[in-house]
């Protein structure tokens, strides 16, 4: 989310004096490579790409009102902690995670910290973790060890999705980049491609037809996002890319050979957040406050997108979406820290509201029938869905900065019959913390709480009157 025209971001095309290659071929002037483990280098502070300062999802912003925090007083940047005999020492992440074990309770299994930098974007898939930061690396990570890594030279990484043998990575500049495992060393990692392809974006600049006016006096051929990239997500059928951006539109990309098929015009202000659910549906969700629901159609041998309704319409920014794994209860986080939700059975009636952040919900994730939700206010909260009905298992404190991203999977060394979740926190204070939390911790806490004489986990209401968020008003527009 965003609120001025203070900085906007042009990127410049550079003159390309490389022939037409594949469809999936890369910009010549970009310095990007993967690296193993044993040859990263430091990365020097002056090279960071800075968001602008404005209110956006990235909770850089004169709005914000949570206290300041101090990433020094982290207990894992204890000078004292000798990291020279570290076959990583080179690397500006550490590891401070326990040997793995049969943990029976929900709280924190350990961290990864970084030196410098913020934590923009994470994902998972199956013992990998990615993380992306404002050093433009995407680090990869092992059962919770440094195993790999990828770099691009230009924009931080804001989004990280898995699909299939390719991860895709939105970045500050306003492209997209694809990468690759090597089929004969899992940890080194090939850029295969950007988004738009050069290409694709020189034959489309030929046409005048294809330019669009971005603002007073300037143009853009329309299949480049000119501004930050701030979510990425997959189609159900994972044929189709959906990319978001500050620009105010969703771009429409087919997976197999990476063409920009549509662009939508979709909010008066930067798209914060989508998501695809509900039989195909997009749902997109904005700084203008507004949540809007589009539905796909086939036309011919391709696809276009139609505006359905508008979910919900309110001051306060809509900062993230996310839709459960059934496919049932879509939920929105705002900067009001309020979490609603709605039913797809109930034709999309509006459940609720989680009331559990005293700052902006920035983050969402969703697990069997968990939803977590992470905030400016530090915290991280657990929900339990019982049918229709919400309540906070438990509130996960240690980050001492704004939790901007989220990542969840299911824990594979479970015992037992009961489901247990491996919970990934980025946060601004430069780390990633690494939760194990179970759908019972409720009652565990309060057991542990009433042994140790300690108050046991508030919950919360899960339906609860709209009327609060009007008192909410916080300046997202442009000025």
Not at 429 to 443: E, G, N
Request: positive net charge; charged residues 20%; contains cysteine.
């Amino acid at each position: 989310m965003r609120n001025s025209r203070k900085s906007k971001m042009v990127t410049e095309e550079n003159s390309h004096q490389q022939a037409f290659g594949s469809v999936m071929q890369s910009d010549p002037n970009e310095d990007e490579y993967s690296f193993r483990i044993s040859n990263i280098s430091e990365t020097s502070h002056a090279n960071y790409d800075r968001p602008p300062p404005r209110l956006s999802s990235d909770y850089n912003s004169p709005h914000n009102t949570s206290p300041s925090w101090d990433p020094s007083s982290s207990p894992y940047l204890d000078p004292s902690w000798d990291q020279t005999t570290s076959p990583l020492s080179k690397s500006p992440w550490t590891s401070h995670v326990e040997p793995s074990t049969n943990y029976s309770y929900t709280g924190l299994m350990g961290s990864l910290v970084r030196e410098e930098g913020h934590i923009y974007s994470l994902a998972a898939s199956g013992d990998l973790l990615y993380t992306g930061s404002d050093s433009k690396n995407i680090r990869v990570w092992k059962n919770h060890k440094e195993f790999s890594g990828f770099k691009s030279n230009s924009g931080l990484v804001k989004a990280i999705i898995i699909a299939g043998e390719r991860i895709f990575t939105g970045h500050q500049d306003g492209k997209i980049r694809v990468w690759k495992v090597s089929g004969k060393d899992p940890s080194v990692y090939k850029r295969i491609g950007t988004l738009p392809t050069l290409t694709a974006y020189i034959k489309s600049s030929m046409k005048p037809s294809n330019y669009i006016e971005t603002r007073r006096n300037r143009n853009a051929v329309w299949i480049k996002h000119f501004d930050a990239i701030s979510c990425l997500c997959m189609s159900e059928d994972q044929k189709l890319l959906y990319s978001a951006s500050w620009d105010k539109t969703i771009k429409v990309w087919r997976a197999s050979d990476s063409k920009c098929l549509e662009s939508i015009n979709a909010h008066d202000d930067a798209v914060n957040s989508i998501v695809v659910g509900f039989n195909g549906q997009l749902f997109s969700g904005s700084a203008d406050g507004t949540v809007k629901i589009w539905r796909k159609e086939s036309q011919g041998k391709g696809t276009k997108h139609f505006f359905s309704q508008t979910l919900l319409k309110q001051e306060c920014a809509v900062t993230s979406l996310a839709v459960d794994p059934t496919s049932n209860f879509l939920y929105c986080g705002s900067s009001d820290g309020l979490v609603n939700f709605w039913q797809r059975d109930k034709l999309l009636t509006h459940g609720g509201v989680l009331r559990g952040h005293k700052l902006a919900t920035l983050c969402l994730a969703t697990a069997g029938n968990l939803i977590f939700s992470g905030s400016a206010d530090n915290n991280i909260c657990v929900w339990r869905r019982d049918g229709n009905e919400h309540i906070c298992l438990s509130v996960l404190s240690g980050h001492s900065g704004p939790v901007k991203c989220l990542a969840v999977e299911e824990d594979k060394e479970q015992t037992g019959g009961e489901r247990h979740f491996i919970v990934y926190s980025g946060s601004l204070d430069k780390s990633v913390k690494i939760w194990r939390v179970s759908p019972q911790a409720q009652q565990q806490l309060q057991n542990q709480a009433e042994v140790m004489g300690m108050s046991p986990p508030q919950t919360f209401p899960s339906a609860c009157s709209l009327g609060s968020q009007s008192s909410c008003r916080v300046s997202q527009r442009r000025k």
